[in-house]
Every structure is written in structure tokens, then in C-alpha cells.
């Protein structure tokens, strides 16, 4: 019997459980299960469910759903709502019948259906539940308790042989009207036949070929099309085979002497060609196979002197993902077949060494008859193939500088139907994340597992299939490139950061990731990466600090507070260029990052900030696009600012920046009284637009007197300049170094800097202060004191700035001051006067303020 032969090593026992013979009735009910010797625990063939007998032997049992198939292993999905009629001819009927006999009961018979089986993928081995037990009365034609039909009265089920039979789909129908079932007729449109080539235009350099399952012609598509007439593109991820299919992926390096080989696949044949490649097409001589047979998995292979042939203990799980795992060493070889038991062999002769010429062939062969005496194989592959790594190479199948294949026939998408049933909302797009599961990547501002909850990101969370995609670095980090990150991971491994060069992966690119709990900064500029590495792993649930700084060739990592390390990348080249769009927390395609960065995988956990060459990146409204994203869990989610403020991260807890009018922790409190001298707190400042203000601020002069009272020794006082700042624009600016009052302007052909440093302002105390600029000419008074002067250089005389005044501070004030100052100040300001004429109201004429409270 073809099912028992199968499972060799176990040794096949049915026991008859139970027998009952109605008195007075010709109606016989046979209930019957299998029966294996040994433990489960030692290794077993159970789809489903194992578990042991008291007296030295196991059963299998399938979960709800399933039924248990006569090999005693298999497990048979109960399909509803389908039947078709097929007509078992008599010869059949009378000779392909397959009796077993019942060991408790003399003359009792069963006829019970050889199936292929039908599992779930992660079978659980050792479960209790689901056990299955059929009963069938041969005299009433009922199966559990259901009428299988008055055609079928009164005849037993033929035995189907899988293996020769002409039809397996039509022996397959024969199985499903022995499974429970409700019955309803359904019609499928048959694809078009073509009898000659003359009918069928194939298009995208398909060729028309004989079709045997037709008798006709059909077109066989290249590599990267697919359809009846090769009309579609493939992308290929997971590539799928039928039999007549073949991927060519380039020769082997490396392995004539040893080779390691894993495989990850999901048959839907018991035979075919898995993987070969050889010295000679034929392979005569030198080679390596890996082929099912009868549903176990060889690994042949031949150095020279003859062949050696290991052969897996246990069968392949049809319809399920199954591991192969090879091991070659010169002659001497182990197999192992989803963590079961491991095979050792050997090659004939004393060669020890495998000559390949021959590309890697996967899923079948150009010519199978040519391979087939060495193989023993006359088809190939039929199933899915979703990993292939042979000796740390895993290979990606796509076609052209993008991918490892070479070329190809027939070969389809696995994934290709998994997003028919999924339905994304709100724009979200369906992706196969496997073979069998499609997911929704949602578009910013929406998650759920169907995009259909609105959300409004405060803290982004990155699941490991999230990212956010931004515009690219492009040319401003040609020399120079310093990178903030704060970041709290939950997964050891994962990419923080990606700016490439192009979409194949060659040239330029920077990345930063998590490897194994590492920091990890990788670079390079053309001729080979920078490796720079963190000493010590960082936590997981915690947030960290990153800092990068890149110059030329040289780079350099800093993480929280452990020891700086520093990097050089390879060759002569000293600039790094990279026009694609800069991705955050993982890419939209892991295929398409440069293989020398080594990102396998996204970043799983919360990215609160990131700062590129002084200016922070707002994560979610600078966004061109992202997927996956949601809220890390932060107070800021909560909206603990009132009245309008807005909450500002600080790792685990939070500022309020208040609206003018409010102050508070919270921005709780209404501040009633008015402010004529504002309070400034590092954090504040006022902002104003009015015209008035501004014109007195532009052109061939300025003039403005205040009374300030300082606490900091270093903060940016005032500034005008443009919105996008470059080390040519304009700009004026009055603030504090080490304690001493500078005034310093670029009209645009060069810097002055006049600084007043005969007396400190950091005292605390009130001191008045005049600063004058006509033209190039600048002047700075403080109290009493002398004046000092000083001069722009050039010949321009006007000052230009189109992004009004500041007082006490400005957002992101490094980035937009060019790192000449580094915070706000801290104290507090009155009686500002322009042009010795206009007296500004500082909270009443302000276009905006924040964390402004009354001087105290």
C-alpha cells in the first residue's frame, strides 16, 4: 500500500476498536483509527496531533475541521459546499480497490480513500484535543452519519493511486465525496484551449511549446511574466513552480569543497527537481541535487568517482512549509528534514571536491530529460519556494541588477492572490508579508488591521513593518553629516536609518541599525563601507541617545554614555551623495537597500527625536509618505497640555509649550495681568510680523534700545534672518557669549561680530543696552560704558530678511541661527524702542509667543 510505504521507519498497526453487528439487521459499523510504535516525543509523522498509548505506541488525530486520511498521519480539510460527479470506471472500481484488515474482527473490510494531505502550517505534535474518529456503515452508504449519494450505493470507494493516476484533480473529487459535506454545484470558467500555435500570439518573448495536460499549445513565459499569454508582470518574492518551471541563479562560488544549503519550501507534489547544479549540463561528473522522491527528500551528489544518495527518514508535508537543512563537507555529507532526524552519507571514490560550471538551477531544469538519470526525476518542482541560503547567501529571485536571477520559465508568484480577500481602508495598500498572508500597510494618521481607525500621531511606534519615508539627503551631506537619534527599541535588530544612492542598492549609502542589540553606523562612499560599531548592546525598553558625525572618510558613533568609536571607510573617495528618499524605522522594501548595509529587518519600538545636522526633523509633518505607524505609549498621546499648548517629548516625560496668555506645567493657569515686562525661560519667545516693526528692522539702518535683565551667560537675545538660512543670507542678531553682549550681522558679503566686553550682563540686574547699524558702521552700548564698534565687509550695505523678528529665543535656534547659538534666553526684557520713534508692545503687537509669563 502506497501511504504505509511512505512512513518506513514506523511500523503501521490498525487496530479494529470497536465492532457492532445490529441483531436482525445486514448493517455492519466499522470505527477504526492508526496506531504507531514509539513516543511522540522521539520524533513522529502526525500532521496535527500526537499523542501516546499506554502500551509503547501513538496516534495521530487532526483539529476540527480535518479528517484523518487512512495513511494514519495525514489530516484532510472537510470541504463544503462543492462537489462534482465523476464516474469511477469498473476497472477501477474492481481492481484499484485498497482492502485492510481489521487485526479484532475476521472478514470485516474497510475501503478507505489514499489522499494527499492538507495541514496547517506550525503544526503543534504533542496537543490532545481534536482527536478523530470515522465511523462508515457499508450498508446505508453513510459517512459520519452523512448520505454520500444514490449513484454511489451499493459500490465501495476505489482506491486512487497518486502516483499513475491520470488525473490527480478528478481523484482528488473522488476523496471529497467520501469527506462530510454539504453538497452544492458549482461552475468554473475554463481557460481558453489553443490546438496550434498559429492561434496563440505569445507575447514579451514567450514561446509557444506543447501543452500535454491540453493536447495542445499554451505559452511559456520568461522569466518576470506570466499569464496565458505572458501579459503580466511578475515581481518575484516567493516564487511558485509547476512542474515544467525552472529559476537559473548564478554559479556557485566556494562550494567545491564545502557547502551549507537551507531550504524553505512548500510542495504540492510528492516528486520533482528541488535544486541541482553540476559540471556539465548533463550532469555527468561532478554534481549536487536535491530532489523529492515519493514525497522524501534526496540530496544527491557526485565528486568525481560516483554517486551518493541521503535520503530523508520522514516525507515531506504536502501543502505545508517544510526546512531542509544540508551539510557537505568534501565527501561526507548530513541531511535533515524539518528538525527531524539527521542523515549522514557519503560520495563514492576518494574525490572530495565539486567542480560547478553549470548555473544553480531551482524548481526544475531547461531540459529535465537530459538530468533525468542522475536526478531521477521526470518533472519539476510543483509548490512555492519562500528562502534559499547556501553558504550565508540568501538569495534574492528577482531578475536584473535588483535580484540573483539569471533567467527563467514559467514561473509565477506565490503571494500573487493573498491580498484578494484583504481590504484595505483609507488608502491603505495590501503587501504580502508571506506566501499565505497579506497585510494592510496604512497610510500616516490610520492603523487597525484593516486601516480603519483614524489616530493622530504624537510619538511614532514601529512595529517591524513600518517606516517613515522622507525627501533624501541629496547633496547636503557631500563631506559632513551629523545625526541625532532617540530611540527606544523593543527588538534587537532593526534599521533606525536609510539614505541609498539608488534603487538597486549599488553605490552611496548611510545606514544605521540595530544588530543583536548593537549600534551599528555603516557608510560608504563608492569603494567600500565605514563599520562603525557600538562597545557595549543597549536595552531593550529603555530610550537611548545616538549620536553620528561623518567627515570625508572618517565617522564616528556615540551612544549615551559609552566610549566614542570611530570608523574609516574603504578607498580614495571622500564625498557621499544620496538623491533617494531617506527612510526612518524601516524601508517600504528590504530588497531594494544596498547588500552592504546589511539590513534584515525594520525597527521594532518608538523613535521620539531626530535631529540631521542640527535640525530636528518633525517626524510625522515633514513625512512624504509611511506605513504601520502608531502611537508609542507616551504621556504625549494623552494631550496633557491645555488651552492650546503643545506637548514637547523629553524620553519618558514631557514639556508644555504654552500659548501667550497661559502658563503653568500644564498650561493650566490664565494668566490675567498684562505683561510689560515679559519673562523669557530658555524654552519662550515672541514673534512678530507687523510691518511697522519690520521695516525699521530692514534697509541701511538699525536702531534699537531696551532694558534687559539676564540669568544665563550664554542665549540668543534677538534675531532677524531669512526662513531658510545658508552661510551667505542676511541676518542681525544681539545675544550673550560667556556673559558678555554680542551684536553681529552679514549684510551679505561677510560677518562682523562686535562684542561688549568690558562688563558681564549675567548678573541678574537691569542694564540698558543701544545698538545701531548704519550701513556697514555698527555700534554697542551698554549702561554707561564705552562703545563698541566695528564693520561688515563687502561693499553691500542693506540688510534683507524676510522671516521677522524674534525676541528672547525662536524655534529650533540651532538649526536656524547656524549653530552660532545654542539656547533662548533666560530673563527678562522692557522699553524696546526702534528707531529711537516706535515703542513695541511686547505681548500685544506679537503674531506669537510662547512660554512667555510676567517678569518676577
Known amino acids: 500500500m502506497a501511504s504505509i510505504s511512505t512512513i518506513k521507519p514506523y511500523m503501521f498497526l490498525f487496530a479494529l476498536i470497536q465492532a457492532v453487528v445490529g441483531l436482525g439487521a445486514e448493517k455492519t459499523a466499522v470505527m477504526f483509527e492508526a496506531a504507531f510504535q514509539g513516543e511522540c516525543a522521539d520524533g513522529n509523522p502526525c500532521h496535527h496531533n500526537c499523542y501516546d498509548l499506554h502500551d509503547g505506541t501513538f496516534e495521530c488525530s487532526c483539529n476540527e475541521g480535518y479528517t484523518l486520511a487512512n495513511n494514519g498521519y495525514s489530516c484532510i480539510e472537510n470541504i463544503r459546499n462543492y462537489s462534482k460527479t465523476v464516474e469511477a470506471p469498473e476497472e477501477q472500481q474492481a481492481d484499484d480497490m485498497t482492502v485492510i484488515s481489521a487485526s479484532h474482527a475476521q472478514g470485516v473490510r474497510s475501503y478507505i480513500p489514499e489522499s494527499l494531505s492538507q495541514t496547517h502550517e506550525g503544526y503543534d505534535t504533542n496537543q490532545n484535543d481534536g482527536r478523530r474518529k470515522i465511523e462508515i456503515d457499508f450498508a446505508s452508504n453513510l459517512v ?15 482506491q486512487v493511486d497518486y502516483e499513475n493516476s491520470k488525473s490527480a484533480s478528478q481523484a482528488l473529487e473522488v476523496d471529497r465525496l467520501f469527506q462530510p459535506m454539504n453538497t452544492v454545484t458549482i461552475t468554473t470558467p475554463p481557460s481558453p484551449r489553443f490546438v496550434t500555435c498559429k492561434e496563440l500570439e505569445c507575447e514579451s518573448g514567450g514561446a509557444c511549446i506543447p501543452d ?23 515581481d518575484l518574492k516567493y516564487p511558485q513552480f509547476i512542474g515544467s518551471s525552472y529559476l537559473a541563479l548564478p554559479v556557485l562560488r566556494d562550494a567545491h569543497k564545502s557547502m551549507q544549503i537551507s531550504l524553505e519550501f512548500r510542495p504540492e507534489s510528492l516528486d520533482g527537481i528541488l535544486l541541482y547544479s553540476g559540471e556539465h549540463a548533463d550532469l555527468q561528473g561532478d554534481f549536487a541535487a536535491l530532489t523529492l522522491n515519493k514525497g522524501f527528500v534526496e540530496f544527491r551528489f557526485d565528486c568525481g568517482m560516483g554517486m551518493g544518495v541521503l535520503r530523508s527518514v520522514r516525507p515531506v508535508v504536502p501543502r505545508s512549509w517544510n526546512f531542509i537543512n544540508v551539510y557537505r563537507d568534501r565527501w561526507d555529507a548530513w541531511l535533515q528534514l524539518n528538525n527531524g532526524k539527521q542523515v549522514q552519507g557519503r560520495s563514492k571514490g576518494l574525490f572530495s571536491r565539486i567542480t560547478f560550471r553549470q548555473n544553480l538551477y531551482l524548481g526544475g531544469s531547461p531540459n529535465v530529460s537530459l ?8 518533472q519539476g518542482f510543483i509548490g512555492c519556494v519562500r528562502r534559499l541560503e547556501i553558504n550565508t547567501r540568501k538569495y534574492d529571485f528577482r531578475s536584473g541588477s535588483r535580484g540573483d536571477a539569471v533567467e527563467g520559465a514559467d514561473v509565477g508568484e506565490c503571494s500573487s492572490d493573498v491580498c484578494n480577500k484583504v481590504t484595505c481602508q483609507h488608502g491603505g495598500q495590501c503587501v504580502a508579508a508571506s506566501p499565505d498572508h497579506g497585510i494592510c500597510l496604512c497610510p500616516l494618521g490610520y492603523i487597525g488591521d484593516r486601516c480603519e481607525q483614524a489616530v493622530e500621531l504624537v510619538v511614532p511606534f514601529f512595529n517591524g513593518s513600518s517606516y517613515l519615508e522622507y525627501s533624501g539627503l541629496g547633496s547636503s551631506a557631500l563631506s559632513f553629516i551629523e545625526l541625532l537619534v532617540v530611540f527606544k527599541p523593543k527588538r534587537p535588530d532593526g534599521v533606525l536609518f536609510y539614505n541609498g544612492y539608488k534603487i538597486d542598492g549599488t553605490g552611496d549609502f548611510m545606514a544605521i541599525s540595530l544588530v543583536d542589540g548593537f549600534v551599528e553606523f555603516r557608510f560608504d562612499l563608492g569603494t567600500g563601507p565605514a563599520i562603525v560599531r557600538s562597545p557595549e548592546p543597549v536595552e531593550m525598553d529603555e530610550w537611548h541617545t545616538l ?9 564616528s558613533l556615540e551612544v549615551d554614555t559609552q566610549p566614542r568609536v570611530e570608523g574609516m571607510s574603504q578607498g580614495a573617495f571622500t564625498q557621499l551623495s544620496l538623491p533617494l528618499n531617506l527612510y526612518i524605522g524601516g524601508v517600504s522594501d528590504l530588497q531594494d537597500v544596498a547588500e552592504k548595509a546589511r539590513i534584515t529587518a525594520s525597527f521594532s519600538g518608538c523613535i521620539q527625536k531626530v535631529i540631521i545636522n542640527n535640525k530636528p526633523l518633525k517626524l510625522v509633518e515633514d513625512a512624504l509618505s509611511g506605513a504601520n505607524i502608531i502611537n508609542c505609549d507616551h504621556q504625549c498621546v494623552d494631550k496633557p497640555c491645555q488651552n492650546g499648548g503643545s506637548c514637547v517629548p523629553k524620553v519618558d516625560f514631557y514639556t508644555c509649550h504654552c500659548l501667550l496668555g497661559f502658563a503653568g506645567s500644564n498650561c493650566q493657569q490664565e494668566v490675567t495681568e498684562m505683561i510689560a515686562e515679559p519673562m523669557f525661560s530658555g524654552n519662550s519667545y515672541l514673534y512678530y510680523l507687523d510691518e511697522n516693526i519690520m521695516r525699521r528692522v530692514r534697509g541701511n539702518s538699525f536702531n534699537i534700545q531696551f532694558r534687559l535683565r539676564a540669568y544665563s551667560p550664554d542665549a540668543l537675545v534677538m534675531w532677524a534672518g531669512d526662513e531658510e538660512m545658508s552661510s551667505s543670507s542676511d541676518f542681525l542678531a544681539l545675544g550673550i557669549k560667556d556673559g558678555y553682549l554680542q551684536l553681529r550681522y552679514n549684510l551679505g558679503s561677510g560677518e562682523v561680530l562686535i562684542s561688549h566686553n568690558n562688563s558681564r550682563i549675567d548678573d541678574g540686574k537691569w542694564h540698558s543696552v543701544r545698538a545701531l547699524r548704519n550701513e556697514q558702521e555698527g555700534s554697542l552700548v551698554i549702561d554707561d560704558s564705552p562703545t563698541e564698534m566695528g564693520a561688515s565687509a563687502g561693499s553691500l550695505k542693506q540688510l534683507n530678511v524676510n522671516n521677522g523678528l524674534y525676541l528672547g529665543g525662536m524655534k529650533d535656534i540651532v538649526h536656524n541661527t547656524l549653530n552660532k547659538y545654542q539656547r533662548g534666553f533666560v530673563g527678562c526684557l522692557s522699553n524696546v524702542t526702534l528707531s529711537t520713534d516706535f515703542h513695541i508692545r511686547l505681548v500685544t503687537h506679537a503674531a506669537l509667543g510662547v512660554n512667555v509669563q510676567p517678569c518676577v
Open 547 to 555: 549620536f553620528v558625525s561623518r567627515t570625508g572618510r572618517d565617522g
Open 212 to 234: 500535454p495536460s491540453t493536447e495542445g499549445v499554451k505559452c511559456s513565459c520568461p522569466l518576470g511574466r506570466g499569464g496565458i499569454y505572458c501579459e503580466t508582470a511578475v
Open 144 to 158: 459520519d452519519g452523512i448520505e454520500v449519494g444514490e449513484k454511489y450505493r451499493g459500490i465501495q470507494k476505489p
Open 371 to 378: 538530468i533525468e538519470e542522475r536526478t531521477e526525476c521526470q
